[in-house]
């Protein structure tokens, strides 16, 4: 008999281009089961792990003793060489297998398999505490749970798909949140089903000033459950004019803008909890651990060195990005030259923002030098060796909500596809307000970056010697 423990707060991303080959490999046509293994990173805070998909391993047909619909036996040779990797890296094993009878639960057979074969994935390896079964069913939707080093199963809360549309599969799907008149419009527009997602989702949203605070403003307004709020700076007061909720008194006594829009969230008594952060990124590894850990990001940074960290964070954490980059670029003279922003959906293994164009690596030496040294970096720029990294540039309130709200409907599209087109379409969306034209764009893969698709804590964090 299975032993099922105390529930753990255990969540399991998986990327769209893994979900795509599972749902491909254990699901051929002919009503059979199927099995892969995968090794899987892990973000590891205090309250909760989250398991991310590095790499998959369908298991051959050829190598099933017994492969029925009801049943399935194979040989578990093959599985060596992935439990060195697993052990030599720190990564936790994953079984997923195929119901093609569409039984959404765990059997009394799986049970039995589950603890014969982690009993031996345990004897492999010997550093890693916890390991994951999962089951597909005909529909796509995934059933997971935790198995301990005490061969103990743990639920899984719920299993993501990161992809061109966001999947979420809860395993004790909770309808009975408290709704309020507030909240029915919302309802109205894109159901009770993407209300109740809104409600339980945490959104991180990094800068929080032109672009950062329409954005905030929007998804307190929707309902989103968690908010975390990033950003160094204090108001000044030439910023008064595109940052929702500042006020003079805030600028005259220089408080931190996420404390100003905290509060202001607060006030509004729909009950979204925040998180603030008045920290650069690369200053704190916590912070960067917390942004990982939520749902979705929004990108509303201006330097190429914080697009490319949030970048590598939703690679290594499957963290889907929406990086927002607004341009006005004014004559001086109280002309306008040109009006232009882009909105990308970044996804684990898609093109990056690197692979887009959006800098080069000259541009994030640059960014990098200056932020860490600017002293140094003023002297290698004026001597030539630095590209001169992006100053400060025109911005004004109607603009920057004009692209926030862009971004912000995109990613609603993404948990509740309501668009004609298919989401993929959409990876680039380009508006430009000064000779009114749209156009939007999709991806390729990135090949550099999906070798480190899901590697979750590893260390220096993200492969990065300055956060070692």
């Given at each position: 008999?299975?032993?099922?423990?105390?529930?753990?707060?255990?969540?399991?991303?998986?990327?769209?281009?893994?979900?795509?080959?599972?749902?491909?490999?254990?699901?051929?046509?002919?009503?059979?089961?199927?099995?892969?293994?995968?090794?899987?990173?892990?973000?590891?805070?205090?309250?909760?792990?989250?398991?991310?998909?590095?790499?998959?391993?369908?298991?051959?047909?050829?190598?099933?003793?017994?492969?029925?619909?009801?049943?399935?036996?194979?040989?578990?040779?093959?599985?060596?060489?992935?439990?060195?990797?697993?052990?030599?890296?720190?990564?936790?094993v994953l079984k997923i297998h195929s119901h093609p009878s569409g039984y959404s639960n765990f059997s009394n057979t799986?049970?039995?398999?589950?603890?014969?074969l982690f009993e031996s994935v345990f004897g492999w390896t010997l550093n890693t505490k916890n390991h994951l079964s999962?089951?597909?069913?005909?529909?796509?939707?995934?059933?997971?749970?935790?198995?301990?080093?005490?061969?103990?199963?743990?639920?899984?809360?719920?299993?993501?798909?990161?992809?061109?549309?966001?999947?979420?599969?809860?395993?004790?799907?909770?309808?009975?949140?408290?709704?309020?008149?507030?909240?029915?419009?919302?309802?109205?527009?894109?159901?009770?089903?993407?209300?109740?997602?809104?409600?339980?989702?945490?959104?991180?949203?990094?800068?929080?000033?032109?672009?950062?605070?329409?954005?905030?403003?929007?998804?307190?307004?929707?309902?989103?459950?968690?908010?975390?709020?990033?950003?160094?700076?204090?108001?000044?007061?030439?910023?008064?004019?595109?940052?929702?909720?500042?006020?003079?008194?805030?600028?005259?006594?220089?408080?931190?803008?996420?404390?100003?829009?905290?509060?202001?969230?607060?006030?509004?008594?729909?009950?979204?909890?925040?998180?603030?952060?008045?920290?650069?990124?690369?200053?704190?590894?916590?912070?960067?651990?917390?942004?990982?850990?939520?749902?979705?990001?929004?990108?509303?940074?201006?330097?190429?060195?914080?697009?490319?960290?949030?970048?590598?964070?939703?690679?290594?954490?499957?963290?889907?990005?929406?990086?927002?980059?607004?341009?006005?670029?004014?004559?001086?003279?109280?002309?306008?030259?040109?009006?232009?922003?882009?909105?990308?959906?970044?996804?684990?293994?898609?093109?990056?923002?690197?692979?887009?164009?959006?800098?080069?690596?000259?541009?994030?030496?640059?960014?990098?030098?200056?932020?860490?040294?600017?002293?140094?970096?003023?002297?290698?720029?004026?001597?030539?060796?630095?590209?001169?990294?992006?100053?400060?540039?025109?911005?004004?309130?109607?603009?920057?909500?004009?692209?926030?709200?862009?971004?912000?409907?995109?990613?609603?599209?993404?948990?509740?596809?309501?668009?004609?087109?298919?989401?993929?379409?959409?990876?680039?969306?380009?508006?430009?307000?000064?000779?009114?034209?749209?156009?939007?764009?999709?991806?390729?893969?990135?090949?550099?970056?999906?070798?480190?698709?899901?590697?979750?804590?590893?260390?220096?964090?993200?492969?990065?010697?300055?956060?070692?």
């Amino acid at each position: 008999m299975a032993r099922k423990g105390i529930s753990m707060s255990c969540k399991l991303r998986i990327s769209g281009i893994h979900y795509r080959e599972l749902k491909q490999y254990l699901y051929p046509g002919d009503g059979k089961e199927a099995i892969a293994i995968g090794l899987c990173g892990r973000l590891t805070l205090k309250d909760e792990t989250i398991f991310t998909v590095h790499k998959i391993f369908p298991i051959p047909y050829s190598d099933c003793i017994v492969r029925e619909e009801l049943f399935l036996d194979w040989k578990t040779d093959r599985i060596q060489p992935i439990l060195v990797e697993a052990e030599k890296n720190g990564y936790s094993v994953l079984k997923i297998h195929s119901h093609p009878s569409g039984y959404s639960n765990f059997s009394n057979t799986d049970d039995d398999s589950d603890l014969k074969l982690f009993e031996s994935v345990f004897g492999w390896t010997l550093n890693t505490k916890n390991h994951l079964s999962a089951i597909m069913v005909p529909d796509g939707r995934i059933l997971g749970r935790i198995i301990d080093d005490k061969l103990t199963f743990h639920a899984i809360s719920s299993v993501s798909i990161i992809s061109d549309d966001i999947k979420r599969f809860e395993q004790n799907n909770d309808e009975g949140l408290q709704k309020r008149e507030v909240d029915i419009r919302n309802i109205q527009a894109f159901g009770e089903g993407t209300y109740q997602i809104l409600k339980k989702m945490s959104v991180a949203v990094i800068g929080c000033s032109g672009t950062g605070s329409p954005v905030i403003e929007q998804l307190a307004r929707l309902g989103i459950g968690k908010l975390v709020l990033v950003d160094p700076d204090v108001v000044e007061e030439k910023n008064l004019n595109r940052i929702i909720n500042a006020t003079q008194e805030d600028a005259v006594k220089r408080r931190h803008k996420v404390e100003v829009l905290k509060n202001a969230i607060m006030s509004f008594g729909f009950g979204t909890e925040v998180t603030t952060y008045s920290d650069n990124l690369y200053n704190n590894m916590e912070a960067i651990k917390t942004v990982a850990s939520c749902d979705f990001i929004f990108g509303c940074v201006d330097t190429v060195d914080g697009r490319h960290l949030l970048n590598l964070i939703s690679n290594y954490y499957l963290t889907p990005l929406l990086d927002i980059g607004v341009r006005l670029d004014a004559d001086g003279k109280g002309g306008i030259e040109s009006i232009h922003g882009t909105v990308n959906y970044v996804t684990p293994g898609r093109a990056s923002l690197l692979k887009r164009g959006l800098y080069t690596p000259e541009d994030l030496l640059s960014a990098g030098e200056l932020r860490k040294n600017p002293e140094h970096y003023a002297n290698l720029e004026k001597e030539k060796y630095l590209k001169k990294a992006k100053t400060d540039s025109p911005a004004v309130i109607s603009v920057n909500m004009f692209y926030a709200s862009l971004a912000v409907n995109d990613f609603l599209a993404r948990i509740h596809p309501f668009r004609i087109e298919p989401n993929n379409k959409y990876s680039i969306q380009r508006f430009v307000l000064s000779d009114p034209m749209y156009l939007a764009e999709e991806v390729e893969e990135d090949k550099l970056f999906i070798k480190t698709i899901g590697k979750g804590d590893i260390s220096p964090l993200l492969g990065l010697p300055e956060l070692s």
